[in-house]
């Protein structure tokens, strides 16, 4: 059979593109097929945040810091929950693929590395993101990668859905089978390439994979799981989603649609202390709202029923509290009893029936969170900051949720990324990079600063550079 790429890259996203460009640049004869009809993937959504540990700008700063300290942080941070080998191997190579990215043009925030930002801080300063988000890496990738194409090192096909992995007799994975709108193609290559990215745009694969977990997702729309079902379907491996954390949290605009998660709210309480209270669908508060610690916020919420909350208040907070989400703040009363997330009652009987949490629950919650604010201690949860009783009619209640940005299951590979079968086999010729192989297995059950982004890069540059081999022809 003939085998017609060296390469074949399914996905041109965060670690397609580093795949791509440093296998062209080896000389490798690359295929990349894209579903989009750009280059890019999550790239154009992601908040852009990555961390490295031994960077020339670090040295440059005085920042004494290595891969093994990062490793250790991590864990810590995680809980010990990351995966062991993968997690070694993308910070080993953090640093190498930050310095790359600085060298073609990629500029952080000018004080940058930082320990922390919107999750659990680093004990060092290694983290980094850049004023316009993930956008600033796309923007010093995609020189490199169009004129790569332009030079014809890679044949790319965008809105070219890859449908199947196909294999030969002896079980080695030998091509794709790929949709566009020319109709079925079939590529053949000597290794074949996932980085499709998570499935949590793909309610049916988020059932089946995290059944007890609502979706509710703010993603990229082609993180359907192809890489993840079609590699399934030919023996591979996977786990991960037992270790979900939601985010906390966020607004369904449409109750039926989980995927139009309104962005803006803000519950750190390092950018805007709370005034309200939470309480989970019984009706009880569940968490120090004013916790510094975001993790502590978001596993508290991860323990409640369909991690379901609603944010309390009444008419002097709504007056005099800064808006809890300013993107939306000159239509956000006109929410309030026209949306069926952000309801409003004149008493709190009514709200909690509105809201269908247990009346006598509600009432009781805020009859003690009231007396906290009297006495000045909250002896339930100890919640420093209190701003007054929540008192003065109407009384408010928005429905929020744990939320996701990323996939926790996906696929296993071995050191060399080469995808393992549910025996724990290699698949010859089949590698993956990126959230395919679940966003849990670099960051664990947390969320690990910049955990995500530069594994992807990292394990994309690492294969194109040195793991990918190929006979010539
Ligand atoms: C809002 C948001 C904020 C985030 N912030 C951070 C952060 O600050 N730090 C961090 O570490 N992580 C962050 N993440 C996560 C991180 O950005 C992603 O995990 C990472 O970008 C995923 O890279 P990837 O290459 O695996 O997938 P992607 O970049 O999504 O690339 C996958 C590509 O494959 C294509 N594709 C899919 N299916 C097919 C198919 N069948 N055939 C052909 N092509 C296909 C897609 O169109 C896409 O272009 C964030 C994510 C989101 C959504």
Redesign the pocket.
Known sequence: MSKDWDVII???????IPTSIFAANRGAKVLQ????DK?????M??????SAAGTKRQKKMGIEDSAIEHYQDAQRIAENTIDPVLGKLAIDNAADTYDWLESIGYKPINNHPVAGGAHEPYLKRRYH?ADNA?IAILDVLKPIHEKLVEEKKIDLRLN????EILKDKSNNVIGVE?KSANGKDVFYGKNIVI????YAHNKDLWKELTPNIPLRA???R???G??LIAARKIGADYDGANKFLCTFAGVLEDPEDPFSTSLGMQFSPQVREPWEIYVNSDGNRFVREDHPSVHAREHALLDQKNQKMFIIFDERIKQNAPCINPLIESSIDDKYGNHPHYSKSNTLIELAKKISVPEKNLIETVEKYNLATENGIDKEFNRIRMFGKISKPPFYAIHAGGIT??SPAGLKTNESLNVLDIQGRTIPNLFAA???LG?TRLSGSAFVN?????P?IAFGKLLGEKILHWKKN
């Open positions: 399914i996905g041109a996203g965060s670690a397609g097929i894209e579903a989009d280059i890019g993937g999550t790239l959504l992601s908040s852009g945040q990555i993101w993930a070219c859905r890859m449908v790929a980085t499709t990215g998570g703010w993603t990229n082609y993180s359907l192809d890489g940005v990323v990126g959230e395919v966003f910049g955990m995500s982004l530069m992807a």
